[in-house]
């Protein structure tokens, strides 16, 4: 069996760790901070920056895993290249994980190597440079640090005196070492989906079904699957997701996220592992869940195919302040519901908006999925955190 060294311990992490438990796979999880979710499942963990490239040298030489799996995107991804030289397999591939981690190198290969529908965008690393930036792409726009995650940093500028709120709010939310954003004009939108699209080493690209999400501050409140969307915006999604794939490589599960509009379908970002939004597929909407096809495409086992089974909808629980021992009341209620579920992730400490859990429900295919949806928005109120 392979040993899966785990960059990043959250919520998403945990059930890529039992997912491999369940077939036998040994996990080292890796975090900056102790008793991450991932880690209360696995085998070993490590404590470390995972921006500090010594220290990721040294846990690599440490364990000799068969597989890098990032989850986050505060890693020192460059050394990635070196791991792939000493054999080891970094997922889905060295350049996607360096590309991705990264919103500049990805957005420039959809738009300008790939030619794929993008938002206008530009790049700015000082305020003075962000309001230039405003001023070529328009008002409103969008400002996303180019190293962040959940959200972190992500505003939107309705007018002028937004924009040096915006700049402030971007170097607080971003990781890494130089502050840098990119601002992209506003996409009159109808609605958003990811697509989660796995990509296999002897077998072909697979789709799983549409999933349809709502954000606020930047993260995701709700998903649901199947997503309601047209064949020719289905197929166009596809395709671009096709493209972007596999000009990174590598085998795994990608989210892909997409702007759906009145002239089509536009590339928004991607992520080269499972996605939150996917959490929804842990109400058995599909034969195996995101985790498990991740695992399945990374070990090379093959995946015959993907079936939707059921809609469903995931809405996340959240915390409104900060405590040192969250406890949580109501999942009783909860329980006792049927056609729901829930995750609580275990996270040792919570401040105002982290996830700290999800509600997934659940009902047969062709059930309305703006019910299933508005179920699990109702029934994620029902827990509450306590500080």
């Keep these: 069996m392979s040993k899966i060294l785990l960059l990043g311990s959250g919520e998403l992490g945990k059930e890529f760790v039992i997912a491999a438990q369940r077939i036998g796979q040994t996990v080292i999880a890796v975090d900056s901070y102790e008793n991450a979710p991932a880690m209360q499942v696995a085998h070993g963990f490590e404590v470390i920056n995972m921006l500090d490239g010594a220290e990721l040298d040294r846990i690599v030489a440490k364990h000799q895993p068969d597989f ?13 290249y070196d791991y792939e030289k000493q ?33 206008n965008y530009r790049y700015a690393t000082s305020a003075e440079e962000l309001q230039k930036a405003v001023a070529e792409v328009g008002i409103p726009c969008v400002v996303k640090p180019l190293m962040s995650s959940s959200g972190k940093g992500q505003s939107t500028i309705k007018t002028e005196t937004d924009i040096e709120k915006a700049w402030q709010y971007a170097e607080e939310g971003s990781r890494g070492d130089i502050v840098e954003v990119i601002v992209e004009a506003f996409v009159n939108f109808n609605s958003e989906i990811t697509l989660l699209t796995v990509t296999q080493n002897n077998n072909p690209t697979l789709f799983c079904a549409p999933i349809g999400h709502r954000q606020e501050r930047g993260d995701y409140q709700e998903s649901w699957q199947p997503a309601i969307v ?19 490589g590598g085998a795994g599960l990608f989210g892909v996220e997409f702007f759906l ?20 597929t842990l109400a058995g909407t599909q034969n195996f869940n995101e985790f498990e096809l991740h695992l399945r495409a990374v070990l090379s086992l093959p995946i015959f195919e993907i079936t939707l089974e059921k809609a469903g909808a995931s809405a996340v629980i959240l915390a409104h302040g900060n405590s ?14 049927p056609k729901t579920d829930f995750r609580i992730f275990g996270k040792p400490t919570s401040r105002p908006y982290r996830r700290m859990g999800v509600v997934l429900t ?7 999925i703006e019910t299933v949806t508005e179920k699990a928005k109702e029934v994620a109120k029902l827990i509450t955190i306590n500080l």
């Design 68 to 80: 890098i799996v990032p989850e986050i995107e505060a890693i020192r991804t460059e050394r990635f």
């Design 87 to 119: 054999g080891i397999t970094v997922v889905p591939s060295a350049k996607a994980a360096n590309f991705t981690m990264n919103r500049k190198a990805i957005r420039d290969l959809a738009a300008k190597e790939l030619g794929l529908r993008t938002a």
């Design 230 to 248: 047209s064949d020719k915006d289905i197929a166009e999604a596809q395709e671009m997701a096709r493209k972007v794939t596999e000009a990174l």
């Design 261 to 280: 509009t009145d002239e089509g379908v536009y590339f928004s970002e991607l992520s080269p592992r499972p996605h939150d939004t996917g959490m929804v």
């Design 324 to 337: 040192n021992n969250p406890t949580y009341s109501g999942i009783s209620a909860v329980a006792a519901l």
């Design 362 to 368: 659940h009902d047969s295919l062709g059930t309305n």
